[in-house]
């Protein structure tokens, strides 16, 4: 279960450790971290709207969110085609089981967002001291490393 103080603390740490970088690897750091950093308020959103699963595909869980997913069709499929009760027992239970996700988003996609960083620090500190190099462009448009 997720500690909403001892994520904030590892998050807290990691900016840290993001700050002490040199100037191009927290740059680096920061520009991969943009691509890959997830919105709380979007999963939580798309647990609400969609209690299917759909917030497991946005933070890349897919075999989380296929199960999720194939419970809640087959729930409908239950009711559509007469399994009254247990098309009920199957959406109820899914959506019972997501609340923990609904209510912890916030932590949830934290703590998400604290392992992207933490690879991040680990891939800049694999690389040589300069850390690796930073995407840019040149004055006629081509991209340039460095």
Same mark, same amino acid.
């Given at each position: 279960?997720?500690?909403k103080d001892?994520?904030?603390?590892?998050?807290? =740490?990691?900016?840290?450790?993001?700050n002490r970088l040199?100037?191009?690897?927290?740059?680096?750091v920061?520009?991969e971290?943009?691509?890959?950093?997830?919105?709380?308020d979007?999963?939580a959103?798309l647990?609400?709207?969609f209690?299917?699963?759909l917030?497991?595909f946005?933070?890349?869980?897919w075999g989380?969110?296929l199960?999720?997913?194939?419970v809640f069709?087959?729930g409908?499929?239950?009711?559509?085609?007469?399994?009254v009760?247990?098309?009920?027992?199957?959406?109820?239970?899914?959506t019972v089981? =997501?609340?923990?996700?609904?209510?912890?988003?916030q932590t949830?996609?934290q703590q998400?967002n604290n392992?992207?960083m933490?690879?991040?620090l680990?891939?800049?500190?694999?690389k040589s001291?300069d850390g690796?190099?930073?995407?840019?462009s040149n004055?006629d448009?081509?991209?340039?490393?460095?």
């Amino acid at each position: 279960m997720l500690n909403k103080d001892a994520v904030d603390r590892e998050e807290e =740490e990691l900016r840290e450790a993001v700050n002490r970088l040199p100037d191009n690897q927290r740059k680096w750091v920061y520009m991969e971290a943009e691509k890959a950093i997830k919105d709380p308020d979007t999963y939580a959103v798309l647990n609400y709207l969609f209690l299917a699963g759909l917030h497991h595909f946005y933070l890349g869980r897919w075999g989380r969110g296929l199960v999720n997913l194939t419970v809640f069709l087959a729930g409908l499929l239950c009711l559509i085609l007469g399994g009254v009760l247990i098309g009920i027992l199957l959406i109820v239970g899914i959506t019972v089981v =997501e609340l923990y996700a609904l209510f912890r988003s916030q932590t949830i996609v934290q703590q998400f967002n604290n392992d992207i960083m933490r690879e991040l620090l680990q891939t800049v500190s694999a690389k040589s001291p300069d850390g690796p190099p930073v995407s840019g462009s040149n004055a006629d448009g081509r991209e340039t490393r460095g």
